[in-house]
């Protein structure tokens, strides 16, 4: 079987897994951070990208772009936060991840944005995932701090929700919410 994000397949799909456990927090400040980017710098680094691929490598890297871009707007859809900027940081990050011969400073303009929450997406060997810890462990201490207060006022906000709707018995004898 052929991996289809190449040989940087693990990495991937390690990447696309901790885009999923972002905080509302942590989204924020990705978005900040790209809005904040020089938007020449981005797209020169695209440029570079897309003149230094072969032909047999641009699938894959399209297929990575998409696949973190899907996951990014899932995610912001999930946490109520729709900046498409998290979205374009997230594409630019899963094909610099994707590509082989993309140049460091490419790659450090194109994963900048996320590299802010997730350190340890560094540049690495193909095949060698990243690092294991790569989410709450390695999140600046405020920024994790906002992501557990945005948890709270969640739970807070759905047992509000539950207190609201009214329990009625259905016919089959179990508790359903609403009449």
């Not at 973190?68 to 946490?79: G, I, N, V, Y």
């Not at 630019?92 to 490419?106: C, P, Q, S, V």
Request: glycine fraction near 6%.
């Amino acid at each position: 079987m052929k991996p289809i994000f190449g040989p940087h397949t693990p990495r991937l799909l390690q990447f696309l897994t901790s885009i999923r456990k972002l905080s509302p927090a942590a989204i924020d400040l990705v978005t900040r951070v790209w809005n904040e980017a020089s938007p020449l710098d981005r797209a020169l680094a695209r440029a570079h990208l897309q003149l230094g691929t072969a032909a047999n490598e641009e699938y894959p890297i399209i297929a990575a772009a998409s696949a973190a871009r899907r996951a990014a707007m899932e995610t912001a859809r999930r946490l109520g936060r729709d900046d498409w900027a998290f979205w374009a940081a997230a594409w630019d990050a899963g094909a610099a991840i994707t590509a082989d011969g993309l140049a460091e400073g490419d790659y450090q303009t194109l994963t900048c944005p996320l590299r802010t929450v997730m350190p340890a997406l560094r540049r690495a060997e193909p095949g060698q995932p990243l690092h294991p810890g790569l989410i709450a462990e390695e999140l600046p201490s405020a920024v994790q701090e906002a992501s557990w207060r945005d948890q709270r006022e969640s739970d807070g906000r759905q047992r509000r929700m539950q207190l609201r709707t009214p329990a009625v018995l259905d016919t089959s004898g179990r508790c359903n919410k609403g009449s």
